[in-house]
């Protein structure tokens, strides 16, 4: 992929930095899609276009114009909270708003996509005790995807990734956590950090392994499939507490709203995906051609250790 151009969307959020920063330190020309400029390495030659995704005849003219051989789309409403106040926002950006992307990309017709669903997507009729606008905008999202990969002659792919961690300014359990901590280190005051419960399990993956992964999928994927991007990993918050508390200089006060022992919780399966490689969702245990050869490559204890120097560098 050296050389190759690409556009990112949602260039100045969590992953879009890290993506865009990889991928241009890789050598590829890369093209940020921004709601508004932000502040890249000025080492990197990444050129940066101020775009609204839902201004669908001025973004068909900056695609145009950028006229990349692949597409990382990222851009979208990630918050669920936002979704419950706002869900005709949320379906607007996470669905309309990747069809206006796929239709700039349609007159490019060896473009190559991947969409950035979420594994939080739930199909409206589903009677899920999480269900949320978010969910739901996530899920048309795919299907619109799907649809265009079907409808049109596009090379459109999917990815579901896992809670993401790192450094970087990202509204994330572990970023909430590592912010708290660097603040606890200096002194201030500060009240207990609350938790919701013990056995609320998650697969955590570092954004730099999720980007390593996308670049393997713009480059190898088949079209119209859905794959999952996870650790293979899932952790309880009571044990994400302890690895942040275990690196932190200073006792970190911790509370749980749900006070019940971890261990009197009823066991559950810890491992989403023994192999560690990039699942396909539509045919699951069908291997994939070893020539992808991704794997995650920071440990949990490392993408902490990164988040922690984040944040008190930030605290300085």
Known sequence: ?????????????????????????????????????????????????????????????????????????????????????????????????????????????????????????????????????YAISKWFQEQAALAWSQLY???????????????????GICALLGNYVARCERGEHEQPFTFSSRADWRDYLDVRDAVAAYAHILQNGASSRIYRVESGRVRSLEEVSEVFQNMAVARIPYQWKDTTPLAEFSSKSKSTNSSGKINNDQQEGLPLPESWGWKPEYSFTESVADILKYFRQLRR
């Not at 151009?5 to 920063?21: K, M």
């Not at 909270?81 to 700039?104: C, D, K, R």
């Not at 002659?153 to 300014?169: F, K, R, V």
């Open 1 to 133: 992929m050296k050389d190759a151009s690409i556009v990112v969307t949602g260039a100045s959020g969590f992953t879009g930095l890290h993506a865009c920063q990889t991928l241009a330190a890789l050598g590829m020309k890369v093209t940020a899609f921004v709601r508004r400029r932000v502040s890249f390495d000025p080492k990197l030659a990444i050129n940066q276009m101020e775009v609204d995704m839902l201004k669908p005849k001025a973004l068909r003219h900056f695609m145009q114009q950028a006229a990349p051989q692949y597409v990382l789309h990222l851009a979208g409403m990630n918050a669920v909270q936002q979704s419950w106040s706002a869900p005709a926002e949320a379906m607007h950006i996470n669905m309309l708003g990747t069809v206006h992307i796929l239709e700039s990309v349609r007159e490019l017709p060896h473009t190559r996509v991947l969409v950035i669903t979420s594994k939080l997507k739930s199909a409206p009729a589903a009677s899920s005790p999480n269900l949320h606008p």
């Open 153 to 171: 002659p596009m090379h459109i792919m999917m990815a579901e990734p896992s809670n993401l961690i790192g450094p970087g300014p990202s509204t």
